[in-house]
C-alpha cells in the first residue's frame, strides 16, 4: 500500500474526543464503561479507582497524586471494532483549569454528559462555549434516567435556550426512575428494555412496526405507551430533525437518553458516534491549512504535564498529530525554535498503562518527554514554517498578586513564572501602571499548585496577595485613539500578558458592562486568538 494510500485509511479509523460535563453528573462511571466496551479495561472500578474526591487544597503530596494519577488517564487510547479511539479528560472537580479548556481544542468531537435530574450546569456551559468557538461537533447524552429526572422535554429546552445550540433526539426515554422501562430508538423504531445491573450484557431489544404495535403497550404498559406516542408527536412536530451535516457544522446536537450507571444506552451512543462523528479534521494554521491526509507529519502542543514522577521532575508535553505519520525516532522541525529535534521518547497512552509509542496518524495523542524546549501552542512540521491557530489562552477567573518574601530572589521568581506559564499552570500578567505580578487562573487550587513549586523547584518563596480582580477580557479596536482613552481611563486595571498583548483586569462584570458601554466600538474578548500580536 502506498503511504498516501496507508495514511489515508488510518485517518478514516480515527475519532479523537472528550467528555464534558459537571462535576458528578457520571462521566467517570461513563468513561468506565466505554473503556469497557472498547475492551480497554476488563474491570469496572479501574477509572473509577483513580479519581480520588476529597482532598485538603493545601496537601501537596495529595495533589501530587493526583496529578501523577490524572496523567494516565490524560489520553485514553483504544480500538472498538475497527476504530482507533482517542478520549481525552477534561480534568474537572479541584484540578479545573486551563487545561480543561485547552484539550477541547486537540479534539474533533465532545461527548456532552448531563444529568438529567439538574440540566444544564455552570462547567459545562463554560465547557461548550469552547466547543462552539472551534464549531466542535457535540452529541449529549442524558444521564442517571434510572432516577427521577426532569421532564425530557424541558432538559431539550434548558440545552436549547442556554447553550443555543438545537436539540435532535435518536432515543427517547420511556418512563423514568422506578417505572424507567427503557428507550425508543426513533431511526430504527425499536424499545431497548432497561434492566439494572446488567452491566455488558446485552439489553433485549424488541421491534416495533409502528408506534401503534400493541407490543408496545404490553411491554411498557397502556400509561407509558400512551405517553411514548404523545411526546413522539410532540416532537414530531417542535423537534429538531437530524442531520449530519447540522451536527457537523455545531448546528444541532443528536441526544442520547440512558443510564451510564447501569451501562444502559451507552452502546447507543457509540454506535451513533461510529456512525456520525467526524474523523480528524483540517487545521488551520497561519500560513495554510493542513490536511489530516498529507504526507508530512505535523502537530502542535497543548498542554504540558509536570512532575508526574516527583523523583525526576520530568515533564511531558502532549502533541495533537494534525497530519503525516508519526514513526518513533523520526526528526521534526520545531518551528519556533526553527530546528530539528529527535522524537525518540514518545508515549502513547493506552487506557490500561503507558506504552511506547511506535506510530501515529492524525488525531492521535503523542507523549514527549520534555527537556524544557517545548510550550504549549508550539507547531512542528518536517521543515516547513507552520504555526497552528487555534489554541489559545482563555480568560482567568482567579487573580492574586504574587510579591517575593526574600527580594533578592527577584531572577529565580522571573524564571519559575516563565516556565509555569510555558506548562499552562496559570497566566502572568504584568501591571502596565506598576508592574507587579498578577497570577490568573482558571480553577483556583493552582495557587496552591504554583505556591508549592516556586518555593520546591525554584526555591522561591511567593507572597500570595488578594486583588479585586474577578475576570479579565482582552480589548481590541482599529480606532486607536479609543484605546488610549480607554488606558487612561482604567490606567490601574490594564496588565499584559506573556505575549505583550493587553489585558484588562475587571472588578465585576458590571465593570465589564460599564467599560463596554463607555467605549463603544472596543471589543473585548475572552481568549487571546482574536487579539493582533
Ligand atoms: P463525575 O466523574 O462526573 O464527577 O461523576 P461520577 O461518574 O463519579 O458519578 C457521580 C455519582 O453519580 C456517582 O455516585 C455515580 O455512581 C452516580 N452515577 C453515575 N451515573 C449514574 C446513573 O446512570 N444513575 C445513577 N443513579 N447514578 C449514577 P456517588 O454516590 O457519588 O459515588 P459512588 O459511591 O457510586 O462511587
Not at 462547567?123 to 468557538?133: A, I, P, Y
Not at 429526572?149 to 440545552?159: T, Y
Not at 450484557?201 to 404523545?230: M, T, Y
Request: proline residues 4%; glycine residues 6%.
Amino acid at each position: 500500500m502506498s503511504i498516501e494510500s496507508e495514511i489515508k485509511k488510518e485517518v478514516s479509523r480515527r475519532r479523537t474526543f472528550a467528555i464534558i460535563s459537571h462535576p458528578d453528573a457520571g462521566k467517570t462511571t461513563i468513561t468506565e464503561k466505554i473503556l469497557l466496551f472498547g475492551g480497554a479495561i476488563n474491570m469496572a472500578g479501574t477509572v473509577k479507582a483513580r479519581k480520588s474526591k476529597k482532598f485538603a487544597t493545601s496537601d501537596w503530596m495529595e495533589i501530587e497524586k493526583q496529578r501523577g494519577i490524572s496523567v494516565t488517564s490524560s489520553v485514553m487510547k483504544f480500538a472498538y471494532q475497527d476504530f482507533e479511539i482517542n478520549l481525552l479528560d477534561t480534568p474537572g472537580h479541584q484540578d479545573f483549569s486551563e487545561d480543561t479548556y485547552r484539550v477541547l481544542t486537540a479534539v474533533d468531537s465532545a461527548l456532552m454528559l448531563i444529568d438529567g435530574a439538574k440540566g444544564v450546569e455552570a462547567q459545562t456551559k463554560k465547557l461548550l462555549e469552547v466547543c462552539r468557538m472551534r464549531n466542535t461537533p457535540v452529541m449529549t447524552f442524558m444521564n442517571k434516567f434510572d432516577r427521577e429526572c426532569r421532564n425530557p422535554f424541558d432538559l431539550l429546552d434548558e440545552i436549547e435556550s442556554i447553550l443555543k445550540i438545537q436539540c435532535s433526539p435518536l432515543t427517547w426515554p420511556i418512563g423514568m426512575g422506578r417505572d424507567f422501562k427503557g428507550v425508543y430508538d426513533l431511526n430504527a423504531k425499536t424499545i431497548r428494555i432497561f434492566q439494572k445491573d446488567v452491566s455488558q450484557k446485552e439489553f433485549q431489544i424488541i421491534q416495533l412496526k409502528d408506534l401503534n404495535d400493541p407490543q408496545l403497550d404490553e411491554v411498557v404498559g397502556d400509561v407509558l405507551a400512551d405517553q411514548l406516542r404523545e411526546d413522539l408527536e410532540l416532537l414530531e412536530g417542535a423537534g429538531t430533525p437530524f442531520s449530519r451535516s447540522a451536527y457537523l457544522s455545531g448546528e444541532i446536537t443528536p441526544v442520547f437518553f440512558g443510564s451510564a450507571l447501569n451501562s444502559f444506552g451507552v452502546h447507543e451512543f457509540l454506535d451513533g458516534f461510529l456512525e456520525y462523528a467526524p474523523l480528524p479534521k483540517s487545521r488551520e494554521a497561519t500560513e495554510r491549512v493542513v490536511e489530516p491526509v498529507e504526507k508530512n507529519l505535523t502537530g502542535f502542543i497543548f498542554k504540558i504535564q509536570a512532575n508526574m514522577d516527583p523523583a525526576h521532575r520530568d515533564r511531558i508535553a502532549f502533541m495533537r498529530i494534525c497530519s503525516g505519520k508519526f514513526t518513533r525516532g523520526m526528526k521534526i522541525f520545531h518551528t519556533r525554535l526553527q530546528r530539528m529535534i529527535k522524537l525518540n521518547s514518545t508515549v502513547t497512552f493506552m487506557a490500561k498503562e503507558r506504552e511506547m509509542m511506535e506510530e501515529g496518524y492524525a488525531g492521535d495523542i503523542l507523549g514527549l518527554y520534555d527537556p524544557g524546549i517545548f510550550k504549549i501552542g508550539d507547531s512542528f512540521s518536517m521543515g516547513e514554517q507552520l504555526t497552528f491557530t487555534g489554541i489559545p489562552h482563555f480568560s482567568p477567573e482567579n487573580f492574586m498578586r504574587v510579591r517575593l518574601a526574600d527580594p533578592l530572589k527577584g531572577k529565580q521568581l522571573e524564571k519559575g513564572l516563565v516556565q509555569l506559564t510555558e506548562e499552562g499552570a496559570t497566566q502572568v500578567f504584568r501591571s502596565v501602571a506598576n508592574n507587579n505580578h498578577i497570577l490568573g487562573v482558571v480553577g483556583s487550587l493552582q495557587f496552591e499548585v504554583i505556591k508549592f513549586r516556586l518555593l520546591h523547584e525554584y526555591n522561591v518563596e511567593g507572597v500570595f496577595e488578594g486583588v479585586p480582580y474577578t475576570c479579565a477580557r482582552w480589548y481590541h479596536s482599529p480606532d486607536e485613539d479609543i484605546v488610549k482613552r480607554f488606558e487612561e481611563r482604567y490606567l490601574g486595571q490594564i496588565a499584559t500578558d506573556v505575549k505583550n498583548k493587553k489585558i484588562f483586569l475587571c472588578n465585576s462584570t458590571w465593570d465589564l458592562d460599564y467599560a463596554a458601554k463607555k467605549f463603544e466600538g472596543l471589543s473585548f474578548f475572552q481568549n487571546s486568538d482574536h487579539i493582533p500580536v
